[in-house]
């Protein structure tokens, strides 16, 4: 059976510069839940991605979404070699590609949700979403945006992040969407979120 990396991922590690047992993961979390992702994110188009590893980068892994480019930062996954799934997050940039990445907060806690929802290592990488405490706002972007889109969709709206994606990706995303899916401004939700979970 033809599986989905062969098709839509390049990924040369021929130098070796990523550990084989993570490079399996990657390859796993990829014929896992690419397709899925791209069913959320893309309308189910998937496009096709490649991964390059980076010896010169110090961040973790970024997204060139135009060209469905990511590089993965040697130094960091010498260091965590469990942390496949921080690949699914960077699928979700891959599969959102929009023109305009603000909100920033957005993109990345949509990635996030994402990554919560797609991840087949989450666990093993000792990644999980954060409990609400009164220090946290819904800009915060990455995991603590994620969790209350989580919470919204379990509470408000079930398919919001489909719809903030969509708007995303049709570069209407305005304030006012937040009203128009669930009756309330983005932080009248967050008030509610904090008072269900405080
Ligand atoms: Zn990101």
Redesign the pocket.
């Known amino acids: 059976m033809t599986k989905l990396s062969d098709q839509y991922l390049t990924f040369d590690n021929s130098e070796g510069l990523i550990d084989s047992h993570l490079y399996d993961m990657i390859l796993d979390c990829f014929n896992k839940s690419y397709k899925g992702i791209c069913d959320m994110f893309n309308y189910g188009e998937l496009r096709k991605t490649s991964i390059v590893p980076a010896p010169d980068y110090d961040g973790v892994a970024a ?1 060139y979404s135009g060209e469905a480019k990511v590089i993965m930062s040697t130094k960091y996954y010498a260091k965590n070699k469990l942390d496949a799934d921080s690949l699914t ?2 699928w979700i ?1 891959v599969a959102q590609n929009y023109d305009h990445f603000e909100p920033g907060w957005l ?2 806690g949509l ?2 949700y994402g990554r919560e929802k797609f991840g087949i290592y989450n666990k093993e990488a000792g990644w999980s979403l954060p409990k609400y405490n009164e220090k946290q706002h819904y800009t915060n972007a ?1 995991r603590v945006t994620a969790a209350f889109l989580v919470w919204l969709e379990d509470n408000v709206c079930k398919d919001i992040a489909w719809k903030l994606n969509d708007v995303m990706k049709r570069n209407v995303y305005t304030d006012q969407c937040w009203v128009e899916f669930t009756g309330k401004t983005v932080d009248e939700l967050w008030a509610d979120y904090a008072k269900a979970n405080s």
Do not use: K, L, N, R
């Open positions: 997204t997050h960077e940039h993109t990345e990635a996030d990455y």
